[in-house]
């Protein structure tokens, strides 16, 4: 499973996975896809990045950037060399003698540069069109894929960012201002039109029949109607679903925690609300302490081994004399015990799974030698 991220400052709807193998791969989501898309529509984008990842695309885009920064860099040496050493002042007219050579490398540098980008975009688009189709075919909802599609027509998909350029076909739409020959993704009605081709249609007869239901200026004003230059007006209220975060937190009650006793063979193949619950209720039952140490490395290890010393009634002394040489080690790892012991013991899977990620950033090395450290703690009570 590839490492999650959201960009937080990215209000816009848009989404990426970045790696050279499947291993090191990371999916990156933008606030405005967690904010705006429905679980569904969220699950749409995912499918279609995760379709990127098991077509070895990830790869080839990596590629792409790195040979179009490479034409880029030949182009900028031959305009540095094409400039005069002495500057732009009237009285120094002379003209650089590698002048010839920045010219030639700065045709080289600009002319590969186009050419890149038009066979980037060329190449880009068959894959988008790939990865859509097998998001349809992961979810087996189209609607979700083209509901999310049409959500990026109203709130936008571009990058506030200086690489939005250079990643723009590793995206899940287009990520700034471009011209239609060097659009790395196909327009957003065509992509529509190719999974749902009924779907615009749909959505023009609902918000005929909502505007013929809107009597009174009240509920006019709780409707609203969001234009986009890419679509024809839409009435948010009817069409925009509550986003996934929103579905996730609005109900905590006794049903989700019944949920979490039910047998595992009745909930195997089937992903319901209250499952999606009960994972936010166990997320947000960890501890603050618990939850810091689990953002980083050197946290995940010293959270197994509070479990492992929590779940065998570790002694102080154990601890002190297995981490003889750590005294921050002792304290960090008697700390957290003490907050687990007060735990619900179904946190202590949670608990493993969310370090898991944390762990894959150590070396080989480091993960080896952390395991035998690991298994001999967990053989000190035997």
């Given at each position: 499973?590839?490492?999650?991220?959201?960009?937080?400052?990215?209000?816009?709807?848009?989404?990426?996975?970045?790696?050279?193998?499947?291993?090191?791969?990371?999916?990156?989501?933008?606030?405005?896809?967690v904010q705006y898309l429905s679980r569904d529509e969220l699950q749409a984008v995912v499918g279609h990045e995760y379709s990127h990842i098991l077509n070895g695309d990830m790869r080839l885009n990596t590629y792409?950037?790195?040979?179009?920064?490479?034409?880029?860099?030949?182009?900028?040496?031959?305009?540095?060399?094409?400039?005069?050493?002495?500057?732009?002042?009237?009285?120094?007219?002379?003209?650089?003698?590698?002048?010839?050579?920045?010219?030639?490398?700065?045709?080289?540098?600009?002319?590969?540069?186009?050419?890149?980008?038009?066979?980037?975009?060329?190449?880009?688009?068959?894959?988008?069109?790939?990865?859509?189709?097998?998001?349809?075919?992961?979810?087996?909802?189209?609607?979700?894929?083209?509901?999310?599609?049409?959500?990026?027509?109203?709130?936008?998909?571009?990058?506030?960012?200086?690489?939005?350029?250079?990643?723009?076909?590793?995206?899940?739409?287009?990520?700034?201002?471009?011209?239609?020959?060097?659009?790395?993704?196909?327009?957003?009605?065509?992509?529509?039109?190719?999974?749902?081709?009924?779907?615009?249609?749909?959505?023009?007869?609902?918000?005929?029949?909502?505007?013929?239901?809107?009597?009174?200026?009240?509920?006019?004003?709780?409707?609203?109607?969001?234009?986009?230059?890419?679509?024809?007006?839409?009435?948010?209220?009817?069409?925009?679903?509550?986003?996934?975060?929103?579905?996730?937190?609005?109900?905590?009650?006794?049903?989700?925690?019944?949920?979490?006793?039910?047998?595992?063979?009745?909930?195997?193949?089937?992903?319901?609300?209250?499952?999606?619950?009960?994972?936010?209720?166990?997320?947000?039952?960890?501890?603050?302490?618990?939850?810091?140490?689990?953002?980083?490395?050197?946290?995940?290890?010293?959270?197994?081994?509070?479990?492992?010393?929590?779940?065998?009634?570790?002694?102080?002394?154990?601890?002190?004399?297995?981490?003889?040489?750590?005294?921050?080690?002792?304290?960090?790892?008697?700390?957290?015990?003490?907050?687990?012991?007060?735990?619900?013991?179904?946190?202590?899977?949670?608990?493993?799974?969310?370090?898991?990620?944390?762990?894959?950033?150590?070396?080989?090395?480091?993960?080896?030698?952390?395991?035998?450290?690991?298994?001999?703690?967990?053989?000190?009570?035997?």
């Open positions: 499973m590839p490492r999650l991220y959201v960009l937080s400052q990215e209000k816009t709807i848009n989404a990426f996975v970045a790696g050279y193998h499947v291993q090191d791969s990371v999916l990156v989501v933008t606030q405005g896809a792409m950037v790195s040979l179009l920064a490479g034409l880029s860099a030949v182009g900028q040496m031959g305009d540095f060399l094409m400039r005069s050493p002495t500057g732009n002042h009237p009285k120094h007219k002379s003209v650089t003698p590698f002048w010839p050579l920045g010219l030639g490398l700065w045709l080289v540098g600009y002319i590969g540069l186009v050419l890149g980008r038009l066979i980037k975009a060329a190449v880009s688009r068959q894959r988008e069109n790939l990865a859509d189709a097998s998001s349809v075919q992961f979810t087996r909802n189209p609607d979700a894929l083209a509901g999310a599609l049409y959500k990026i027509g109203q709130f936008g998909s571009f990058l506030d960012s200086w690489h939005a350029e250079q990643m723009s076909h590793m995206c899940f739409a287009n990520s700034l201002v471009m011209s239609e020959w060097f659009a790395s993704h196909p327009p957003l009605e065509q992509r529509i039109n190719a999974i749902s081709p009924s779907f615009l249609t749909r959505i023009k007869y609902q918000t005929r029949d909502t505007h013929k239901e809107v009597q009174s200026p009240s509920s006019q004003s709780s409707s609203l109607v969001v234009n986009s230059p890419h679509f024809s007006s839409l009435s948010s209220s009817q069409i925009f679903s509550k986003s996934a975060v929103e579905q996730t937190t609005e109900y905590i009650n006794d049903e989700v925690v019944f949920n979490l006793d039910m047998p595992l063979s009745d909930t195997v193949g089937e992903l319901r609300w209250t499952d999606l619950l009960s994972a936010q209720y166990l997320y947000r039952s960890l501890s603050v302490e618990v939850s810091r140490a689990l953002q980083t490395s050197a946290g995940a290890k010293t959270v197994l081994f509070a479990l492992l010393a929590n779940e065998q009634q570790a002694s102080e002394q154990i601890i002190r004399d297995f981490f003889a040489q750590q005294a921050s080690m002792v304290r960090w790892v008697m700390q957290l015990q003490k907050h687990l012991a007060s735990s619900d013991n179904r946190l202590a899977l949670p608990m493993v799974e969310l370090a898991i990620p944390r762990l894959q950033q150590l070396t080989t090395d480091e993960q080896q030698q952390f395991l035998v450290e690991l298994r001999r703690f967990a053989w000190l009570n035997h």
